[in-house]
């Protein structure tokens, strides 16, 4: 235990002095992020080693995903231009010392939103771009029904992810037991768990299906159980040293939703910055001038995002729903779902 609390104390040492030199850094220069993103010519964003759907390298070695997407989006904002973006795949462990010491401008990466996360790591999120929970893959020959059923199971875990917790906190709350193996990265838990040595595999539901998919020599002979064991918010995240990049970073997020409300696309943004009358989809175009000079941009940033990667309906419909993930909680929230808009105004 008394270890425990000294790799504890270390820990959070090492996060306090990344983050101190950070942002040190960025006050000695006088130089806000926008203008050292301008400055270097490209975007620097940290994304997940390989997940389909979220982030992942085509066999072209082109990154593909949701939040690879936002990444094109946000440098087509400050940079005019979606491929001035640098891909730099961290692992789990990785994520957050290489925001806090600011050797990536942003970690778009599938990353719960916690309380803990949110005020003691000196990042700010900037809002949910996917609404995930976790979830167990097992075999479908185990004949398990539910999370209930996997009493005294072997469970293969990655370390250094919320999933950890949240499976002994519901076994423990459950009045059943389970054995943990846990792993460093995901492909060393998901190679364990195809060759046997797991009974199940749990991380997020999306990660699960995709690994079912993507990586199952016969799809068919494994589910994903229905139950979702926690509520996996999963958002872009900036360090909290700059006020003006992390409200860029909000309101790109709230453009992209707010541009399927209106049913702005990649196709029909240029005739529509011409044709509509409605004054919300006129403020998000640059028609109306002011949201701009709000984030020290300029009034077309909006219609550069959409232009670029078009609105969030088109990113799920890209990236998630081929792996046949329903929308349910990411549909808008005038069709059941969570995702809302923020008023442009």
């Not at 990042?123 to 893959?137: A, C, I, K, P, R």
């Not at 990655?158 to 037991?177: C, D, I, P, R, V």
């Not at 539901?205 to 995709?210: I, R």
Request: net charge negative; with cysteine; glycine share 8%.
């Amino acid at each position: 235990m008394l270890l425990g609390c000294f790799r504890s104390d270390r820990l959070l040492l090492g996060l306090v002095i990344a983050l101190s030199v950070a942002a040190s850094a960025l006050a000695q220069s006088g130089k806000t992020t926008v203008d050292l993103v301008r400055e270097r010519g490209v975007l620097r964003c940290a994304v997940h080693t390989g997940f389909a759907g979220m982030s992942a390298p085509d066999s072209n070695g082109q990154w593909k995903g949701l939040f690879v997407d936002y990444c094109r989006a946000l440098a087509a904002v400050i940079l005019e231009d979606p491929d001035k973006v640098r891909f730099i795949p961290v692992s789990s462990q990785q994520r957050f010392t290489v925001l806090q010491t600011g050797e990536v401008d942003v970690l778009s990466r599938t990353t719960s939103w916690t309380l803990s996360r949110d005020s003691s790591l000196g990042l700010n999120f900037t809002g949910v771009l996917f609404f995930d929970g976790q979830g167990f893959l097992v075999p479908a020959s185990l004949g398990v029904q539910s999370v209930n059923d996997l009493d005294g199971a072997t469970i293969c875990i990655k370390s250094g992810t919320t999933a950890e917790l949240n499976t002994a906190e519901y076994f423990a709350a459950a009045g059943l037991k389970f054995r943990p193996v846990v792993f460093q990265g995901s492909e060393e838990a998901k190679l364990a768990f195809f060759s046997g040595r797991c009974d199940a595999l749990t991380t997020d539901a999306s990660v699960l299906t995709s690994v079912r998919i993507a990586d199952a020599e016969r799809p068919e002979d494994y589910v994903v159980l229905p139950e979702r064991l926690s509520k996996e918010p999963l958002s872009p995240t900036v360090r909290s040293d700059d006020d003006q990049w992390f409200d860029i970073n909000k309101w790109l997020l709230t453009v992209l939703i707010a541009a399927e409300e209106h049913g702005i696309t990649q196709s029909n943004v240029a005739t529509l910055k011409d044709t509509s009358a409605n004054a919300e989809v006129q403020r998000i175009l640059g028609v109306k001038p002011g949201m701009g000079r709000a984030l020290g941009l300029d009034d077309n940033w909006g219609y550069r995002a959409i232009e670029a990667v078009g609105n969030y309906e088109e990113l799920y419909e890209r990236h998630i729903a081929p792996l046949g993930i329903e929308r349910g909680q990411n549909h808008l929230y005038t069709e059941g779902g969570l995702m809302y808009p923020l008023p442009i105004r």
